[in-house]
């Protein structure tokens, strides 16, 4: 193959694919004005007048194509499924850039709703994160609390808490108003009575 063709190989493809785009819209194929249908050979004949003069790169990445019977078309590279994060809606030329598709869900991780593998937010955010202990069996419970952050530690155990009392239960750390009868002297022969 020859050397220069392989040069401008790239070249050349854009123009070919420009220039079919441009056929493809040209009112020569339009559907609602049969007037306008052309054989196949007739067709050819058009194609092979028509020709790209240059392309040029614009500043926003997209290509203004200048055809020999002065027609001017813009072609704008880019993805052009909307499914895909990469989706540019003013595309017309699809490049190939589509790689990750849109997951929809909540993509604040301050809310209870988050979903790791989401990367569109679709508003479903609603539940602020509280953290805090959230097993009512344990001292630190905290009712507030809607997302559990470890800080549980002191199991809840029930009982008199009170030592004056005859039923006090060193082991309890919640009162359950157990506490009935008080210590002390019942003897009345005592001055310690009580």
């Not at 039923?167 to 022969?189: F, H, I, M, R, V």
């Amino acid at each position: 193959m020859d050397k220069n063709m392989m040069t401008n190989c790239p070249t050349r493809m854009r123009e070919v694919f420009a220039f079919l785009l441009l056929v493809a819209a040209s009112p020569v194929l339009a559907q609602e004005d049969c007037d306008n249908i052309v054989t196949i050979p007739e067709l050819a004949a058009q194609i092979q007048e028509v020709q790209v003069d240059s392309i040029i790169l614009q500043p926003d990445g997209s290509y203004e194509v200048y055809l020999s019977n002065g027609t001017t078309y813009i072609q704008v590279q880019g993805c052009m499924n909307s499914t895909y994060l990469e989706y540019n809606a003013s595309a017309n030329t699809d490049d190939g850039s589509c790689a990750t598709l849109v997951v929809e869900g909540c993509t604040d991780a301050n809310y209870t709703e988050y979903d790791a593998s989401a990367n569109t937010d679709d508003g479903s955010c609603a539940t602020l994160v509280v953290e805090g202990c959230t097993d009512a069996n344990y001292i630190e419970y905290d009712a507030s609390a809607n997302t559990d952050d470890g800080s549980c530690t002191t199991e809840v155990v029930v009982g008199c808490t009170n030592p004056a009392y005859d039923e006090y239960n060193d082991s309890a750390n919640t009162d359950d108003g157990s506490c009935a009868s008080l210590l002390g002297c019942t003897d009345a022969g005592y001055a310690e009575y009580n």
